[in-house]
């Protein structure tokens, strides 16, 4: 091959590859943003699989359930108690239990929803699918799929369509 033939030669592989070197660096351009949650003043927004939830620095912790539940079960004193019409949830009170949130308004939720969490590598078969922690706060989805969220001593999940609040 003459020396006008190589030039060329390599002139077309390194269009060839520098194209695709191009491609592969802008995947990160054009891909969706890392899942996570935000930060917003000092609260956290994040999704627990179909809810939108929020976690306050004073530990507040509150979910925007995707399909309002019929009821909610909410142990007082011992005792279940069903609570109709639930649209979200919340813990905000170390003397009460976790409790619909029905003037939340979608307070938890960011315009356009809210990022998902990071899915962890569990390591053992018992570790949670996704979890996150903030102001001693800490919401997860457990191995199972059960969406669970506790704070100041309380806490609510949903395995099913009635969420139960303690």
Same mark, same amino acid.
């Given at each position: 091959?003459?020396?006008?033939? $190589?030039?060329?030669? +390599?002139?077309?592989?390194?269009? @060839? ?6 491609l592969f660096t802008a995947i990160p351009a054009t891909a969706e943003a890392a899942?996570?949650?935000?930060? /917003? ?32 079960? /909410?142990?007082?004193?011992? @005792? ?7 649209? +979200? @949830? ?10 619909? &949130? ?21 390591? &053992?078969?018992?570790?949670?699918? =996704?979890?996150?922690? =903030? ?5 997860? @989805?457990?191995? $199972?799929?059960? +969406? ?5 001593? &309380? ?9 139960f609040g303690y």
């Open positions: 091959m003459s020396r006008v033939g $190589k030039v060329a030669a +390599a002139g077309v592989c390194g269009g @060839i590859l520098g194209m695709v070197a191009g899942p996570g949650p935000v930060l /917003v003043g000092d609260t956290a927004y994040f999704a627990l699989g179909d809810w939108n939830c929020a976690i306050r620095a004073d530990g507040t912790v509150g979910c925007d359930l995707a399909d309002p539940a019929a009821s909610m079960n /909410v142990l007082y004193a011992g @005792i279940q108690v069903p609570v109709p019409n639930v649209p +979200a @949830i919340i813990v905000d009170s170390k003397t009460l239990p976790a409790r619909p &949130h029905w003037d939340s308004n979608g307070s938890h939720t960011l315009p356009g929803g809210n990022p998902e969490l990071p899915r962890f590598a569990a390591v &053992h078969y018992h570790d949670p699918q =996704y979890s996150f922690t =903030y102001a001693g706060a800490n919401c997860q @989805i457990t191995f $199972k799929g059960v +969406a669970v969220c506790t704070s100041m001593g &309380h806490g609510f999940s949903q395995w099913g369509p009635v969420p």
